[in-house]
């Protein structure tokens, strides 16, 4: 590993980052910690697809327990290498399988580590875990449906429920197409303060994420679509729920009480993955990491503690 520079955080973690050489790309990431630390490090896998590990920066504050923490962009976004005009059926899930591997053996870390996914990253993470990879420990699957179909079912539920002008507002641009409309982007940003961060304003690592994906919204439009609760992009037919049975360790799974990724969508992960233990924040929405902070990173600090 060749350390592109190395300085303290904020708080006095040691903070390194990196370019790992992946194909014809380059995977930056960051190491917050001494891999050397005699714990088991764990890989963070951000959301979106296509949203930059800002917003889930919160992690780091797990290295306060002596173990090493490792962001990094998916490529695609952030301070990875950006493919605005690689064709679409590039995006797969299989590509980022493949760059998680790529990064694992880069960091000479295949003897052991945890993998916590978010969202799109938790998804990710079960399509990981499914396929039993050397030296996986532990798989916490945060704020992820286990199927697109739950998910669009959920969204379209929970909108039945918002007031009528939102409902008017999203259904008449969505028709149209016409999602940068301002009408159309005041409706989403109501949709977002309750069901994806109901801390508002939201903190400036959130405000990152969502920043530099409007810059390259490459892969988030075409696996996703224009936003959280309209998925019309390559992953729309995405279930991992007939492969769960496969994954063979200890999983932790996190949802929020008021999250996008509702309890009808998390489900299967509970019911399928053998011994999985399944946690939801009840002040929280779409991230605990950030909404329930302290209560969230003890949650998961201790799942990681008892399967090292």
């Known amino acids: 590993m060749e350390p592109l520079s190395s300085k303290d955080s904020g708080d006095q973690m040691k903070q390194t980052e990196g370019r790992a050489r ?14 050397g630390s005699g714990k088991t490090p764990i890989i963070l896998l951000h959301g979106g697809p296509g949203v930059a590990h800002n917003y889930i920066d919160a992690y780091k504050l797990l290295a306060n327990d002596g173990r090493a923490v490792i962001h990094y962009d998916q490529i695609g976004c952030g301070n990875s290498t950006h493919l605005p005009d690689a064709d679409p059926s590039f995006w797969t899930p299989q590509l980022f399988v493949d760059e998680l591997e790529n990064l694992i053996d880069h960091l000479g870390i295949r003897a052991g580590f945890h993998v916590l996914g978010q969202s ?11 396929r039993r990879s050397k030296g996986l420990k532990s798989l916490t699957i945060a704020n992820s449906p286990a199927s697109m179909a739950l998910w ?30 301002p009408a159309y982007k005041a409706a989403t940003e109501w949709v977002y ?33 224009p936003n959280e609760f309209f998925v019309v992009g390559t992953l729309k037919n995405w279930d991992i729920t007939p492969e769960l049975p496969k994954i063979n360790v200890p999983t932790l799974i996190i949802s929020g009480r008021h999250d996008e990724a509702t309890p009808a ?4 992960y509970k019911d399928l993955i053998p011994g999985a233990t399944w946690v939801i924040f009840e002040a ?8 329930e902070q302290p209560f969230c990173m003890g949650v998961v600090g201790g799942f990681l503690n008892a399967n090292d």
């Open 284 to 291: 929280s929405s779409h991230m605990p990491h950030v909404e």
């Open 152 to 181: 669009s079912s959920e969204a379209m539920r929970q909108r039945s429920e918002m007031p009528q002008d939102i409902q008017d507002a999203l259904n008449k641009y969505e028709a149209s197409g016409d999602y940068d409309n």
């Open 22 to 35: 992946f194909r014809d790309y380059e995977t930056w990431y960051r190491i917050t910690g001494d891999l």
């Open 120 to 130: 799109w990253g938790g998804m990710l993470g079960a399509e990981y875990g499914v």
């Open 265 to 268: 969508t998390v489900q299967p």
């Open 193 to 225: 303060s309750r069901h994806v961060c109901r801390v508002v304003p939201n903190p400036p690592e959130v405000v990152a994420s969502f920043e530099q994906t409007a810059k390259d919204p490459t892969v988030y439009h075409t696996m996703n679509g």
